[in-house]
Structures are given as structure tokens and as C-alpha cells.
């Protein structure tokens, strides 16, 4: 099982029309797929036809991430009524923003790691949509991932934000989960006739070559239309959801051939040893960075 975090520090970019754009690719493939929704807007959760009242959530999860809890908080999406297959959606709650908390306690940021230590064997791909900023809840995600794409729009905001995404997911690698690296950038919302918009692509360019998808994700009214009706963009009729749907293969055929070769297995024990090592009871994640940072000077 593979973990992907979709994120942006930037709100307003797209972030989780990519991913539900990348779980529909990754559901026509045949993977089996797990959505957890931690932004607390829960639009992937709307997106994947996840409504209704439910027991458990992943707020839920992430005050106590026992095997009951996280499966009770899973729940297929419609989106598998259309054809076989296996898309689940770990449903959001607005609840969830109390554990989105600027210095987020050490302890606190392992435990969505533990929630899907209890699924491992369940799913192919696990994609995370993230909140739009760099505390608790994101910091969450990064621990337990091992790829994260990052999502911009051509504003010279976004490539600020972008720039600080980079550092922090690096920060996070060198002191908590040495196996997380960049999945890329992605740029959303791109239009080709926008002089601004080909301005801003150049400079991303330039900034961060290699690491820049290929594609332009552009901005088009279908994609509304289809998380509107909560239907995965590879079965919306249409010559431009077929476009969009080759984008979304396109971006996913690159995350998986970065993704390493070792087994989950081999990830979860070499970042417990590293939890096992740094976790210092009372002091939050912040604190420990500093540490150890200030250790490395030493």
C-alpha cells in the first residue's frame, strides 16, 4: 500500500478537484483505493457521494485510531455502483479542525500512520486530501505518506507557497519519515491564452524544473459538473472529461513509477524506529524540530 498526500498551502487552487481527478484514475485502473479526507471543508468526502450521517469519522480516527473505529469510519463511495472495483473514502468532519493545531504534540502526528497500519493490507493507494496549511492536520498526513503532490495555480501567490511547501515536506523527511519525497508539482486551473498564467508557468519552470509535471491541468466548467454529481471523471461523458481523464492517468502513471519498491512493512518499521527514537513526551512536533536541528549544529 502506497499513501499519497494531495496538498497546497494555498487555499483556493484546485487541491482536491486533483484529487479526485487521481482516485478516478486510479479506480479505472483497477487499484484498490482509499480517500481519507482530512481538509475540514470534507469536499473529497461530497465528491466521492459520501452523504449522510455516520458513526464514525476521521475525527474519530484521530483521537483514537483503534481497528473498529478506522473501519467503521470507511465507507464504499457510490462511485463503485457504476462498475467493479474498490474506491472507499475515510468520510471528513468539520470536527476534525481541532487536531489542525499550529505546534501539534509529537504523539499526535503518528496517529493517522497507526489508523492506516490497520488497512494496509486492504488497499493499493491511499490518497490524502490535506487542509491548505502547514499545521497539525497536514503535518499529520506527511508522516505517513510517502509521496506528496503539490498543487498550484499560475499566481505568483501559489509560487510563494509552493517554495514553502517544498522546504517544510523536505524538513519533514530529514526528522520524522525519511522515505517522504516529492511527488512534484502540479499546476490546476491553467489557461492557455492567459499571458499571467504562461508567465507563472515559466517561472515554476525555472524554479523547479524536473520536479514540474508536464501536464496543465486546465480550468474547465466539467469539472464542477462532475463532483457535482459525485461521478469519478473517467466515466463522464464527453470529449473533454476524456481529455481531463488522460491528464489524471498521465499524472498518476509518474507518482507511481517514484513510488520505491520497498514494502509498507519495511517503511513502518524503519519510521518507528525513528518515532521510537525522537518521541519526547509533553513537547510538541515544533519543539523536537528545533532540537534536533540545534543537535545537528552541535
Known amino acids: 500500500m502506497h499513501v499519497l498526500s494531495v496538498s497546497s498551502l494555498k487555499g483556493g487552487v ?14 479505472a485502473r483497477g487499484l484498490r483505493t482509499l480517500v481519507v479526507d482530512l481538509d475540514p471543508q470534507c469536499d473529497a468526502t461530497t465528491g466521492l457521494g459520501a452523504i449522510g450521517v455516520f458513526r464514525e469519522t476521521v475525527a474519530d480516527v484521530l483521537q483514537s485510531p483503534k481497528h473498529n473505529v478506522v473501519h467503521r469510519a470507511i465507507v464504499a463511495s457510490p462511485w463503485a455502483q457504476a462498475r467493479s472495483g474498490n474506491i472507499d473514502v475515510m468520510v471528513g468532519s468539520r470536527s476534525v479542525s481541532v487536531f489542525d493545531t499550529p505546534q501539534p504534540a509529537l504523539r499526535e502526528v503518528w496517529k493517522l500512520e497507526e489508523a492506516l497500519s490497520r488497512v494496509e ?6 490518497i490524502i486530501d490535506t487542509p491548505p496549511s502547514l499545521n497539525g492536520l497536514t503535518r499529520t498526513a506527511w508522516v505517513c505518506s510517502d509521496r506528496v503532490l503539490l498543487v498550484t495555480e499560475p499566481s505568483i501567490y501559489s509560487v510563494v507557497a509552493s517554495q514553502r511547501a517544498m522546504s517544510a ?33 515559466a517561472e515554476l519552470q525555472s524554479l523547479f524544473g524536473g520536479k ?59 519510521k518507528n524506529e525513528a518515532r521510537n527514537h525522537r518521541v519526547m513526551r509533553g513537547q510538541n512536533l515544533d519543539q523536537v524540530l528545533a532540537l534536533e536541528s540545534a543537535d545537528e549544529k552541535i
Not at 246 to 268: C, H, M, P, W, Y
Open 169 to 201: 515536506i523536505e524538513e519533514i523527511r530529514r526528522r520524522l519519515n525519511t522515505r517522504l519525497d516529492q511527488a512534484g508539482l502540479l499546476v490546476n486551473r491553467f489557461q492557455e491564452q492567459n499571458r499571467e498564467h504562461l508567465y507563472r508557468v
Open 212 to 270: 514540474l509535471f508536464n501536464e496543465r491541468i486546465p480550468e474547465r466548467a466539467t469539472m464542477q459538473q462532475v463532483q457535482g454529481a459525485a461521478r469519478p471523471i473517467h466515466s463522464w461523458p464527453g470529449d473533454t472529461a476524456a481529455a481531463l481523464a488522460l491528464q489524471f492517468d498521465s499524472v498518476l502513471n509518474r507518482i507511481e513509477g517514484s513510488f520505491a519498491s520497498e514494502t509498507r512493512r519495511d517503511r513502518k518499521n524503519e
Open 121 to 126: 493490507n486492504e488497499y493499493d493507494l491511499v
Open 14 to 27: 484546485g487541491k482536491t478537484t486533483v484529487a479526485l481527478g487521481l482516485a478516478s484514475a486510479a479506480f
